[in-house]
C-alpha cells in the first residue's frame, strides 16, 4: 500500500487540474493506479488519539469492574469514531480534488476529531456529551460544506444525491443533541436511534444515483486504517507492559501475556491482508454491506489492546477483576475479530469445507482459551498463529492441485 503526492487526476483520460481552487466534481471509478493522498493518511493517523482515548476508559471500566457499562461507552464513542472516518473517506473517494478548499475544510474536520476525542473521558466517566458534541459538529458541518460545494458543480440525479446526504447529515446532527439535552437514562436509546438513522443516510441518498467511489481506493482505506488500529493496540500493550516491568518487576507474569498479544496481534494482520478485498467490492450492496461491517472490525481490533492492558494490570494486582474476567478482555474481541473477518473478507476467497472452516473453529478456539487461567493470552496466540499456518497450507495444497489440474489437461 503506498501513497502518492503527485496531483490528483480527474476521471480517466482526463489531463490533470490545475489551480489553487476547482470545481469539485466526481471523480471517475475507473481511474488506474488510484491510491491514499497524504492528506487522507493525515486524517487517518489523527484519528489515533480518539481511538487512545476510548480505549484507556475501557480499560479504566473493565479493570475496575465494571465491564457492561464500559463496553457500552465504548461502543458509543468507536460509533462516533468510525462514522465520522467513513463519511470523510467514501466521500474522498468520490470528490476528493485536492485543491486548497478540499484541504483547509478537510483539516477543519481534523480539527473536531480532536475535540472529540477530549470530551471522551467526559463522556465516559460523567456522561457529558457536550464536548463530544461539539466536536461532532465541527466535523459533520465541514462534511456537508463538502457536499453542498459538490452538488453545485452538479446536476440532475448526481446533484439529488449530494443534497440528500447534506440535508441528512444536518438533520442527523439535531438529532444527535438528545445526548445533551435528554436525561441520562434514556440517552442509551436516543444513540440507538440516531445510530440507526445515521446508518440510513447513505442508503437513502444514494437510491437516486450511486456515487463514483473507487473499490481500490476504497479497500486500501479500509486497509490502512486496520493497520493503524492494529499499530495502536501493540503500542497500548507495550505501554501496559513497559508500566508494570517498571513498577512490579513482574516480568514472568507478563512475558505470556506480551507474547500471546503479539502472536494475536500479527495473526489479526495476516488473516486480514492474505486476499485482495476490492474485487469483491462491484455493487454498492456489496460495499455497503462490507463497509457497515468493519465498524466490529475496528472496535474489536482495538478493544484486543485495551484487554491487553487489562490483562496485564490484572496480573501485577492493579485490577479488582479475576483472572478469567481478565483473560476473557482479550480472547472476546479476538474472536470477534476473527469471525468479523471471515464473514466479510476470507469466506469469498475459500475454496471447500476446511478452509472454510479455520476462521469460525479459531474463533471458538480462542474463546476456550478464556478458561485457561495465567495462560489463557499465550494459547489464544498460539491458536490464532496456528489458524495462520493452517489456512497457509490449506491454501497451498488448493494452488498445487490446481497447478496439477492444469498441467494435466492438455495431455488429456
Known amino acids: 500500500m503506498t501513497s502518492s503526492s503527485a496531483p490528483v487526476p480527474g476521471p480517466s483520460g482526463a489531463s490533470p487540474p490545475s489551480g489553487p481552487l476547482r470545481r469539485l466534481t466526481a471523480r471517475g471509478r475507473d481511474e488506474a493506479h488510484r491510491v491514499a493522498s497524504p492528506l487522507e493518511l493525515f486524517f487517518d493517523l489523527c484519528f489515533v488519539v480518539a481511538i487512545a482515548q476510548a480505549g484507556v476508559q475501557l480499560v479504566h471500566a ?83 460544506w463538502q457536499w453542498l460545494r459538490a452538488a453545485r458543480s452538479a446536476a440532475g440525479a448526481e ?24 436525561p ?123 484487554g491487553l492492558e487489562v490483562a496485564v494490570e490484572q496480573a501485577v494486582g492493579k485490577a479488582r477483576i479475576s483472572t478469567l474476567s481478565a483473560s476473557a478482555a482479550v480472547t472476546l474481541p479476538a474472536a470477534l475479530y476473527l469471525l468479523t473477518v471471515w464473514v466479510l473478507h476470507s469466506r469469498h476467497f475459500k475454496v471447500g469445507l476446511a478452509q472454510q472452516l479455520v476462521l469460525p473453529v479459531t474463533a471458538l478456539l480462542v474463546i476456550c482459551c478464556t478458561f485457561l487461567g ?13 489458524a495462520v499456518a493452517t489456512g497457509v497450507t490449506l491454501t497451498a495444497r488448493t494452488a498445487a492441485r490446481q497447478r496439477a489440474a492444469d498441467a494435466a489437461a492438455p495431455a488429456g
Open 62 to 144: 473493565v479493570a475496575e469492574g465494571h465491564p457492561g457499562e464500559g463496553i457500552l461507552n465504548y461502543a458509543m464513542a468507536f460509533f462516533a469514531i468510525w462514522w465520522a472516518w467513513m463519511n470523510f473517506s467514501w466521500f474522498a473517494s468520490a470528490y476528493d480534488n485536492d485543491d486548497a478548499l478540499y484541504r483547509i475544510v478537510t483539516l477543519v474536520q481534523i480539527a473536531g476529531v480532536l475535540v472529540l476525542a477530549a470530551g471522551i473521558s467526559r463522556a465516559a466517566t460523567q456522561h457529558d456529551f457536550l464536548l463530544v458534541w461539539i466536536g461532532y459538529v465541527i466535523m459533520r458541518l465541514a462534511l456537508v
Open 184 to 306: 441520562e437514562p434514556s440517552r442509551p436509546w436516543v444513540f440507538l436511534v440516531m445510530a440507526i438513522t445515521e446508518l440510513c443516510v447513505p442508503l437513502y441518498a444514494e437510491k437516486v444515483q450511486e456515487t463514483p467511489w473507487h473499490p481500490h481506493h476504497i479497500a486500501e482505506r479500509y486497509g490502512l486504517f486496520t493497520i493503524i488500529v492494529l499499530g495502536e493496540t501493540i503500542a497500548a500493550a507495550t505501554v501496559a507492559v513497559k508500566s508494570a516491568v517498571d513498577e512490579h518487576e513482574a516480568l514472568g507474569e507478563l512475558l505470556p501475556i506480551a507474547a500471546g498479544g503479539l502472536l494475536i496481534v500479527f495473526s489479526a494482520w495476516w488473516i486480514y491482508f492474505v486476499v485482495p478485498i476490492h474485487g469483491h467490492l462491484r455493487s454498492s450492496g456489496r460495499a455497503f454491506l462490507w463497509g457497515y461491517g468493519h465498524y466490529l472490525v475496528f472496535a474489536s481490533a482495538a478493544a484486543i489492546g485495551a
Open 374 to 386: 495465567e495462560w489463557a493470552v499465550l494459547a489464544a496466540g498460539l491458536v490464532s498463529a496456528a
Open 159 to 182: 446533484r439529488t444525491t449530494a443534497l440528500r446526504y447534506a440535508y441528512g447529515v444536518l438533520l442527523c446532527q439535531v438529532g444527535w443533541l438528545g445526548l445533551v439535552l435528554l
